[in-house]
Structures are given as structure tokens and as C-alpha cells.
């Protein structure tokens, strides 16, 4: 079974930056595509970010990209999200996402992740 724990999430003032991790275990990281999602009070969840498990592909919400770097290592099952230049509007609890992948498809909707993070809370001050 596979489990995602996200850390790194917290409090910071706008242009700030911030770097998520999500640890995988239960299963063999490398053969998992691996996505960020975000979820605001009120608001549905959206894409934020996806790699696939190859590593060589990656993609982008229009509202993130050229702030954004996702990234993996596979030696540690671990995605990081790096969030540079901070909004406001970036405020949500941000989730991670797994899913048995093709070599470098990527996946940007929710419905083809099967395992999902807790969450971990982001706020930006203005």
C-alpha cells in the first residue's frame, strides 16, 4: 500500500519562497508519476504541477509556471514542489499525488492519481 507524507509547507510573506517534499513508501518510487495539487477554502482542487516517473518530463499550471519547479529523486521517494516569488493567491493546503505511469507521461487531473498525501497548509501574507 502506498503512502505519501508531504512536510515543508507553513507561513510566509509574499515573494517569499517555500519547498515541499513528499516521501512514497509502501512501493517502488521510480515506476510512479508524481503530482501536486492545492485545494483553497471554497474552491475546487486544482493542478499545480506533475512529473513523470522518468524524471525527463514536467508540466505546469499556467498560475505557477516560471515560479514553480517540481522535481524527484528517486533515491529518496521523494517530490519536492519549489514555490519562489510567493502570492497570496497561492494560499492552500497543498496535496501531493501518485500514480503508475508510462515512461514520460504525465498526468494533470485528479482522477488519475489513485493515492493521495494528507496535505500540508500553505499561506502566503500579503
Known amino acids: 500500500q502506498v503512502q505519501l507524507v508531504e512536510s515543508g509547507g507553513g507561513l510566509v510573506q509574499a515573494g517569499g519562497s517555500l519547498r515541499l517534499s513528499c516521501a512514497l513508501s509502501?512501493?517502488?518510487?521510480?515506476?510512479?508519476?508524481m503530482g501536486w495539487f492545492r485545494q483553497a477554502p471554497g474552491k475546487e482542487r486544482e493542478f499545480v504541477a506533475a512529473i513523470s516517473w522518468s524524471g525527463t518530463s514536467t508540466n505546469y499550471a499556467d498560475s505557477v509556471k516560471g515560479r514553480f519547479t517540481i522535481s524527484r529523486d528517486n533515491t529518496k521517494s521523494t517530490v519536492y514542489l519549489q514555490m519562489n516569488s510567493l502570492k497570496p493567491e497561492d494560499t492552500a493546503v497543498y496535496y501531493c499525488?501518485?500514480?503508475?505511469?508510462?515512461?514520460?507521461?504525465?498526468?494533470?487531473?485528479?482522477?488519475?492519481?489513485?493515492?493521495w498525501g494528507q496535505g500540508t497548509q500553505v499561506t502566503v501574507s500579503s
Open positions: 509502501g512501493r517502488t518510487f521510480s515506476t510512479y508519476a
Open positions: 499525488a501518485a500514480t503508475v505511469g508510462l515512461y514520460s507521461r504525465l498526468y494533470v487531473r485528479p482522477r488519475d492519481y489513485a493515492d
